[in-house]
């Protein structure tokens, strides 16, 4: 049985992945951390990670970034793992993560769903076969209309994991409109919807003479992230000191 500490337990996701724990036979919850609690957890919850005595296998962080220096120093401490989801850190902040990952397991990932992740691994290997061939990569992902940033984090790791397989040697192409010009060949367009309450959509076209090749993943719900943080914690309890993502867990 993996034992985790949830930091940020009473957030949204923090409140997520403890009811996707709850059934789960191979991994519990044995403390929560978050400024506001009103005691309906059923496991302990404390203000702040340096007040928490309980031991743990690894902690599962879906917080906020001010609370990430604090977190980072305990587990360093302690020598527990991290599962670190929190995303707005500091470029101070991820140098802090780096020097981290020296002395504790620290699993980052720009995506924590298995199906994005997986999409990842895939991408390469289509990559390495169409490319050569001719075809035209665009991206186009769709996300809620509250969304502020735009591209997302995830179409870019879908666009760095296919320009790694081209040895960086594509540009990224965010807008068609303020130039009037022809297509190149070495770009990765990627294009950006915001509307409703999508989750999050992205699809990876690959264009090519008369046929399109197109992987799509759709996110239902947030409870995906959830899920492969889950199974981040699973995999990262017991694991040595160093810089993790979810492509480890994976495979």
């Known amino acids: ?32 951390i978050d400024a506001f609690d009103d005691g ?26 001010a ?4 977190l980072l120093d305990y587990c360093v401490e302690k020598k527990v793992p991290c599962v670190l989801c929190t995303t707005g850190l500091s470029g101070e902040q991820l140098a802090k993560v780096q020097e981290a990952s020296k002395k504790v397991a620290i699993l980052k990932s720009a ?3 298995l199906g994005i992740n997986m999409l990842l691994k895939l ?15 665009e991206i186009v992902e769709k996300h809620h ?11 870019l790791a879908l666009a760095d994991s296919i320009n790694e397989e081209l040895n960086n040697e594509y540009e990224y192409v965010y ?4 130039v009037r010009e022809k297509r190149t060949q070495k770009e990765i367009g990627i294009s950006a919807v915001r509307g409703g309450t999508i989750v999050g959509d992205h699809d990876v076209i690959f264009a090519g003479a008369d046929e399109v090749i197109t992987f799509s993943h759709r996110a239902y719900s947030k409870a995906v992230f959830g899920k492969g943080a889950i199974q981040a914690a699973k ?17």
């Open 175 to 178: 807008d068609r409109s303020k």
């Open 235 to 251: 995999f990262l309890a017991g694991k040595p000191a160093g810089m993790y993502d979810m492509s480890d867990v994976i495979g």
């Open 67 to 70: 609370a990430a220096d604090g």
């Open 145 to 155: 209309n509250q969304k502020v940033d735009a591209p997302s984090g995830t179409a």
């Open 1 to 32: 049985m993996v034992k985790v500490i949830m930091h940020g337990c009473n957030g949204k996701m923090g409140q997520m992945i403890t009811g996707l724990i709850a059934p789960d036979e191979e991994i519990e919850i044995v403390a929560g």
């Open 40 to 65: 309906h957890n059923s496991y302990p919850v404390f203000s702040s990670i340096d007040k928490c005595d309980v031991e743990a296998d690894a902690v599962i962080d879906f917080s906020v970034a």
């Open 111 to 113: 995506n924590m769903s």
């Open 123 to 137: 991408l390469k290997e289509a990559t390495a076969t169409l490319a050569p061939a001719g075809f035209d990569i």
